[in-house]
């Protein structure tokens, strides 16, 4: 509990560095240094997911209902 009393405040910090990027046009989001880290896998995930539904939505249009082959 006392790391949280005696902390560091880091509003000025982060106030100067989200203002800063918006004045360079850069999102919110991608600001922080934890961005690149936090926002890869997510956008893996999210591309991979739609990526790997619109396949199967083709292969199931053409009558296949699985991953590969024929089957």
């Known amino acids: ?3 949280f ?3 560091e ?3 000025p910090h982060y ?3 989200f203002q800063e990027g918006g004045r360079h ?3 919110q989001w991608n600001q922080t240094p934890k ?3 936090l926002l890869r896998p997510y956008l ?3 591309f991979g997911g739609f990526a790997g539904s619109m396949y199967m939505m083709g292969r199931m249009v ?3 209902k699985t991953w590969f082959g024929k089957g």
């Open 35 to 37: 961005s690149k880290v």
């Open 25 to 27: 046009s850069v999102r």
């Open 5 to 7: 009393v005696n902390r």
């Open 15 to 17: 106030q100067k560095l």
């Open 44 to 46: 893996v995930i999210l």
């Open 9 to 11: 405040n880091r509003v």
């Open 1 to 3: 509990m006392a790391g």
């Open 62 to 64: 053409l009558g296949h």
